[in-house]
């Protein structure tokens, strides 16, 4: 395989990053996972306004290069018709301690897989381990740091599920370890807004555009749910049960995925 590293292609056997990049050493940066299809780039540009929005966040100066150019190039280097790319933005080498350099130069890499096969419905259950800060401007952020995803996915293995529904610390409904969260509920679709600790998905931003309502959601709302989906940069994921109560319908999240590209 060929990846993007710095400011051209390597071979992943030539790769090399420094074990004092802030980006291993403090999970100081950023990602964005986007999808191929038919060899184009999927919602490119909006995947790219996150990440600069997110580098804003963090004050991670984006590099002097044209980031679809190397996505697009990495794609042709591993003929990726039909799969994933991965940008990983780091804030590159560093000294000790958790303050910033004053002028970082940061790491850019690039690297692409096949699309992994459809997965079923998912089974959810609800984390109990950790729950969303919404008030942190984190929660708006694509960062390196995933643990509380990781905790949480934990815990639904532990509970054979396939992924976890975390909670803010508002006892609002947020989203999983790794997508965003729709139910349809007496008819209407609806989906967490970004204030209760949401990630703004490019899938979800693609959803709201079919018509799909933001409005809090409590947990014993989802008790209502005839349908619920997850959304991720990769489609759309009909959940089959939540807590052990089986969803009736997976209509909707069906008839998006006729409407929206990649879905």
Known sequence: MKLFLGTALVEEDDARVS????????????????RVKGGDVLRREAHLARLAAGAE?????????????ALAATAT???????????????????????????????????AAPLPPAPPPARL????????????????????NYLDGILARQEAARRGADDALLLNTSDRVAETSIANVFAVIRGELVTPPLADGVLPGVMRA????????????????????????????????????????????????????????GA
């Open 19 to 34: 074990p004092f990049d802030r980006g291993f050493t403090l999970g100081d940066g950023l990602f964005e996972t986007l």
């Open 57 to 69: 966040v963090l004050g991670l100066p984006l590099p002097a290069l044209d980031l679809a150019a």
């Open 77 to 111: 280097a591993n003929a990726l018709t039909e799969g994933v790319l991965r940008l990983t933005l780091t804030r590159g080498v560093g000294p000790r301690g958790v303050l910033p350099p004053a002028e970082p130069k940061p790491t850019l890499v690039i690297t």
């Open 125 to 144: 259950v609800v984390a109990r381990c950790t729950r969303r800060n919404a008030r942190s401007p984190l929660a708006q952020v694509k960062s390196l």
């Open 206 to 261: 693609a959803v709201l555009a079919q018509g799909a309502r933001e409005r809090s959601l409590a947990p014993e709302d989802l008790d209502q749910a005839d349908e619920i989906f997850l959304s991720s940069a990769l489609g759309l994921r009909s959940v089959a049960d939540l807590e052990g109560r089986t969803l009736p319908s997976a209509a909707v999240a069906a008839r998006l995925r006729a409407l929206i590209a």
